[in-house]
């Protein structure tokens, strides 16, 4: 069964220093989300991302992430100068279809980057 | 704004019993609802949804859910619980017009032999 991969699975890094978490949605897929979760907290939206470009992002998504696909199959997350409080997992997540438009589909999950910033 | 509230945090029962995981959810438009289950070190795997029609759908590994509007739940059951039912299961919520999903803050699951 096709599946969202993720890498790396643990990311340690030093507060100021540029992280990049990468994602593989499933290849048919046409949306793509990332989320994050901060330890004990609920999962959060953070972005969405269509036809090469942001469909919605959350006031969690400032200036310093950003998100690009920079081939057919890599969906990546960038975050430029980490700060403490971004410590969390990344979810990257994918669905068939125009889920605004077309009806809803599930979004299908990856096993998520552990970010740690020290 | 939309919301989910899944007011327990743990559910603890017998295998072989019934299981309830229960959630509410807030939503201004039509609510398209969800429930996911995250095993350790894995991602968040999709049981079912609720978009229109039967109140009552039915998912992934034995597991139902029944969307009640005037009580604005969605409570995820299954009649015989198993060991391999023990996990994290989060509840979720996207409005009609929203690309993004809204989720509870899980409730975990034990079932014991």
């Known amino acids: 069964e096709p599946e969202v991969t993720q890498t790396p699975s643990h990311q340690v890094t030093q507060m100021g220093q540029e992280v990049i978490l990468r994602c593989v949605p499933i290849s048919n897929h046409l949306y793509f989300y990332w989320y994050r979760q901060i330890l004990g907290q609920k999962v959060e939206f953070l972005v969405s991302?269509?036809?090469?470009?942001?469909?919605?992002k959350s006031e969690i998504f400032d200036d310093q992430f950003s998100v690009e696909r920079p081939d057919g199959s890599n969906f990546t997350l960038k975050i430029r100068s980490t700060k403490l409080e971004d410590s969390a997992m990344y979810f990257c997540?994918?669905?068939?279809?125009?889920?605004?438009?077309?009806?809803?589909?599930?979004?299908?999950f990856g096993p998520g980057t552990r970010l740690t910033v020290l | 704004a939309q919301s989910v509230a899944q007011p327990e945090d743990q559910v603890n029962v017998a295998e072989g019993n019934p299981l309830t995981v229960k959630c509410t959810y807030s939503v201004s438009g039509n609510p398209y609802l969800f429930w996911y289950v995250q095993y350790p070190n894995r991602g968040l795997q999709f049981l079912l949804k609720y978009i229109t029609g039967d109140n009552l759908v039915k998912g992934s590994y034995g597991f139902e859910a029944e969307f009640n509007k005037s009580q604005t739940s969605f409570h995820l059951k299954k009649p015989s619980a198993l060991v391999s039912d023990s996990a994290l299961y989060f509840c979720?919520?996207?409005?009609?017009?929203?690309?993004?999903?809204?989720f509870g803050a899980g409730t975990t699951v034990t079932v014991r032999a």
């Open positions: 979720a919520v996207r409005d009609a017009n929203d690309y993004k999903l809204s």
């Open positions: 997540a994918s669905s068939v279809i125009d889920p605004g438009r077309e009806g809803p589909d599930e979004q299908f």
């Open positions: 991302f269509y036809n090469n470009e942001i469909s919605e």
